[in-house]
């Protein structure tokens, strides 16, 4: 093929990729209907007692079951909208017990807290302890995908894209936490590392 022959079909190629890339689809989140506008919040590190974060691994180093141990990403507050926030977290070693790895911070108070237990259940600290996925979920290693929607005062839950929790909380203002947090009842250690983080907002 001549020189100038492979000058037109590059051109074409270029062409044809600038089209697709205009005409591709924006980002949708993993579950509910749309459309939903991705953002990006800030967030701050909070690391207090044995907590400490490396990047996106959470640790928890010690067994104590008193003080505030924590290890997480604290994200920008939000006071409108229906909210949508996708992480997937892998537990690294856990021989500790009630740990939450997720929460929804409320005007007062956590008001959505998942948390893990020995069984590697995942179940909601504030609704009297309700399963949200049975013993064996969070095993060592498996990746496991949390989704949270929040409108108004109600939250739903998904686990790897299955509802598992509705229920209403607190109007006001929010914001998103994720990592390791020692709740009343529980003690570490833990280290749990969390990826693919988005947020959206409709």
């Known amino acids: 093929m001549s020189v100038a022959r492979k ?13 697709l890339a205009l005409s591709a689809p924006a980002a949708t989140a993993q579950v509910e209907t749309g459309p939903w ?9 909070q690391q207090q007692g044995c907590g400490t974060v490396s990047g996106l691994t959470m640790s ?5 079951a008193s003080g505030v141990q924590r290890a997480e990403r ?7 909208g229906v909210r949508q926030f996708q992480g997937t977290f892998r537990i690294n070693s856990m021989s500790g017990n009630r740990i939450s790895l997720k929460q929804t911070f409320g005007p007062s108070d956590a008001d959505f807290m998942l948390a893990v237990d020995s069984s590697r259940r995942l179940y909601s600290v504030r609704n009297g302890g309700a399963t949200i996925a049975p013993a064996g979920t969070a095993a060592n290693g498996v990746s496991v995908t ?12 998904y686990i790897n894209g299955s509802s598992r929790l509705k229920y209403a909380g607190l109007s006001g203002c929010h914001y998103d936490k994720f990592g390791a947090y020692r709740t009343d009842s529980g003690a570490g250690p833990i280290s749990v590392t969390w990826s693919n983080i988005r947020f959206w907002r409709r």
């Open 146 to 157: 949390v989704n949270t929607v929040h409108s108004g005062s109600e939250h739903r839950i």
């Open 74 to 80: 604290r994200y920008d507050t939000y006071c409108d």
């Open 7 to 19: 000058i037109p079909l590059v051109a074409a190629v270029l062409a044809s990729a600038g089209s």
């Open 60 to 64: 928890l180093s010690c067994s104590s």
């Open 37 to 45: 506008t991705s953002v990006s919040p800030g967030y701050s590190v």
